[in-house]
């Protein structure tokens, strides 16, 4: 009897080190995601120009119907890289930059006829936006609590989104316009996860980040064929993007 519990108070003394190794989170790591993106955009038109000489009610016309909020919902998939430093037995800090590839892109397009009454003849308008992101990445900051092999942690830090965006407007009495624009958003990150160590150098996790990547403005042009001539109407584009990330990822911690 006496054996087998200096047999077994042995093993948990060797035992013992080793949990403690596999669940220190100092070090660096590099890993590989992938989730599910859900990427939000509102544009509103501001017009100026000869749309001036245009009665109130067909310019407020114009800037409601051109209104749009899209939304993009798709896979994104990338790559994160960091350090983390325990501090005592619970507290982690750290310091991560991630890059994701996402997938998906929208194009909302409607028609509405303006019919101002006579003597004035009825005018129908075509509106389209298009959002189409392509890459996001970013550096943030880490808090995290520590529990054996199991990190729970916070993020927050800066991103950045590059998107191709556009809208045009076109009516029936062959007014036609375009735009297409290639913008790299940039706004803040904030986020949580957690993360569990399977072995001393191997963990999966899952996390969330939400991020306000504020928002750029562009102009209309002419499209070849319109019957209006440059610069008599201006419209000037302002769109945003906000975006929700979920992923789930491994990582190789050095």
Known sequence: MKKRVIIAAAACCFATPAFA??????????????????????????LSGNWSAETAGRRDFVIA???AKQS????????????????GEIFVLGAEADFALLGGRTSYNRSATYAPGAP?????????NR???KAS?????KLGIAIDKTLIYATGGWGWTRAE?????????????????NHTFNGYVVGGGIEHKFAQ????????????QGNTTYQTSYVTGSAFQSPAYGETIRQDLKMHQVRVGMNFHF
């Open 165 to 181: 965006l556009g809208a045009d407007i076109s009516s029936s009495a062959n007014y036609k316009k375009a735009s297409k624009l």
């Open 72 to 87: 993009v919902k798709d896979a994104n998939y990338g790559v994160q890289a960091g350090f983390n430093a325990q501090i």
């Open 201 to 212: 150098n191997i963990s999966a996790r899952i996390d969330y980040t939400y991020t306000d």
């Open 120 to 128: 004035t003849a009825p005018t129908t308008y075509t509106f389209e």
């Open 137 to 141: 990445y970013a550096v943030k900051g």
């Open 21 to 46: 190794e596999d669940g220190d989170w100092t070090g660096a790591y590099v890993g590989v995601s992938a989730g599910y993106n859900v990427s939000n955009s509102k544009s509103a038109t501001t």
């Open 131 to 133: 959002i189409d992101p």
């Open 65 to 67: 119907n051109s209104a």
